[in-house]
């Protein structure tokens, strides 16, 4: 018996370490992207917007563009939104993604651009998605190849729709969860720290994206342990829903993914500050405290 719980055990390990060396779970390293770059499972993608004298001219071998212009839109007088599910699905299907791909994420860009496709994606019910570790700029350090003009998808790619609004957090659950002095969920402002000093909504805790990475200008994320005890010395224990929110819906879905990565049950409140002072015009606390 206890031989074939051993057995058993090994088996199991054997197996594991093999799917998480296969599909690395929400990071992954540019040694392992390099390692992957022609698996016909992982699309890379690389996160741009048309910002004018901001061109990127080097590109990471077979990488895709993802269009940040098209992946959110303005509504309803709010800057940065998910267009129309079918809309999502029709953008990546372009680049190529199926039900079973891979899809790594990378930018030259601000970071935050990249954990909005990121968020995105969660969005729509595609698990399997990961962030390159340091993205461009580590790739980049290390004087892997590059290229100067993107990929294109051989063919449209499948994917099965699995949306999960419950990600998407809106303006009445933020109210519920500013208001009320419960535990279990708790709001997380995801802006520099003059920004939170200057208004927040009552009770956010505040976590500045660029604290878990070791330097924002080359994003290499912090290590778990370092990035739970930021959580938890915020008041984030092990099982507390975690609600991000910023300006507009970027800085916002960097944190998201941390505390996705740590574990949290976490949702966006993608309208943030630019509809909860701007739009509804709702009062903001001022200084260090939450509340």
Known sequence: MRLRLATFLFLAATFAVAQSAEYPNMLVSTAWLADHLNDPKVVVLEVDHDMGMMSNEKHIPG???ADLNQIQVQHNGLNTELP???????????LGVNDDTLVVLYSPMWY????????????MGHDNVALLDGSLQQWL???????ANYSTAPAPGHITLNVRPQLRAMLVEVKEISASKDSKAILLD???GKRYKDGHIAGAQHVFWEETVVNPDKPVFKSRNELRSLFVSKGMTPGTKVVTYCEIGY???????????????????????????????????KGSQPR
């Open 190 to 192: 995801s802006r520099p």
């Open 141 to 147: 350090e290390e004087k892997r190849p590059t290229v």
């Open 112 to 123: 935050p651009m990249v954990t909005r496709v990121y968020f995105t994606l969660d969005y």
């Open 63 to 65: 990488a895709r563009r």
């Open 251 to 285: 800085q916002a879905t960097h944190d998201y993914f941390v505390a996705k990565y740590l574990g949290y049950p976490a949702a966006m409140y993608d309208g943030s500050i630019n509809e909860w002072e701007g739009k509804e015009k709702l009062p903001l606390v």
């Open 84 to 94: 129309p599910d079918e809309t999502l699905k029709q953008i990546f299907e372009a």
